[in-house]
């Protein structure tokens, strides 16, 4: 079965500090990935998603995403966190060609100013 | 363009009564989703409805809870008998047809159940 682990709860840097969120998944094939950012009282937000092609993913807000396979892991990374950074991040593969997410429990980033 | 929306953002309610959780999707969007996220956890999936077809409801966790579309637009999610492990946020989300395509979340209805 598919499964998704981001093993930091929670993680706390500085603000201006490089960032690194670790996203681990268990699949047979090639899957889709996504990481979604949570704010306080807000809905979920696509940071970037990846199908297949380059392994380095560009999203929004400066993030961006490594796939690498031999690793299975997925991490997203921002070289220079802003304090409006702070929330919480989720991970979530599916299969492809399905609609089925599934989600890791979330890593809840705290920033220090 | 809007949203998607949830209604209400907040209900609390007794154990043992009924709830109902509305979602209005994306317009256009023939696909929309259901999910659980409970304090801690991820979230899980409960619920997929895409256009006309049967809906997915394998992800439901008894036979308390259940769903409805009405053609591509409002779904309502009902809890019967509520009980105090079903508090929980739940979330919407709706996507176009292609399971590629990006789900895009409403901001959740958080349910506690006393």
């Known amino acids: 079965a598919q499964s998704v682990t981001q093993p930091d709860i929670h993680i706390t840097v500085s603000e201006g500090a490089s960032l690194e969120l670790r996203c681990n998944y268990s699949?047979?094939?090639?899957?889709?990935l996504f990481w979604y950012v949570q704010s306080p009282g807000q809905g979920l937000q696509l940071l970037l998603k990846y199908f297949s092609g380059d392994t380095l993913v560009q999203g929004i807000k400066g993030f961006e995403a490594e796939f690498k396979r031999s690793q299975s892991s997925f991490n997203l990374r921002k070289p220079s966190v802003h304090w409006s950074d702070a929330a919480e991040y989720f991970c979530?593969?599916?299969?492809?060609?399905?609609?089925?997410?599934?989600f890791g429990t979330g890593t809840r980033l705290k920033v220090l100013a | 363009g809007a949203g998607v929306s949830q209604s209400p953002s907040n209900k609390v309610t007794e154990k043992g009564k009924d709830v109902e959780l509305r979602c209005d999707p994306i317009s256009g969007h023939t696909a929309l989703y259901w999910y659980r996220q409970r304090l801690g956890q991820g979230l899980e999936f409960l619920i997929y409805f895409q256009g006309n077809s049967a809906p997915d409801k394998s992800g439901l966790p008894s036979d308390r809870f259940s769903a409805e579309r009405t053609g591509e637009s409002v779904s309502t999610l009902t809890i019967q008998r509520t009980q105090q492990e079903d508090s929980a946020v739940y979330l919407c989300?709706?996507?176009?047809?292609?399971?590629?395509?990006?789900?895009?979340f409403g901001p959740g209805t958080r349910l506690t159940v006393l």
């Open positions: 699949y047979g094939a090639t899957p889709y």
């Open positions: 979530a593969v599916a299969t492809s060609g399905t609609y089925k997410y599934i």
């Open positions: 989300a709706s996507s176009t047809r292609e399971p590629t395509d990006t789900q895009y």
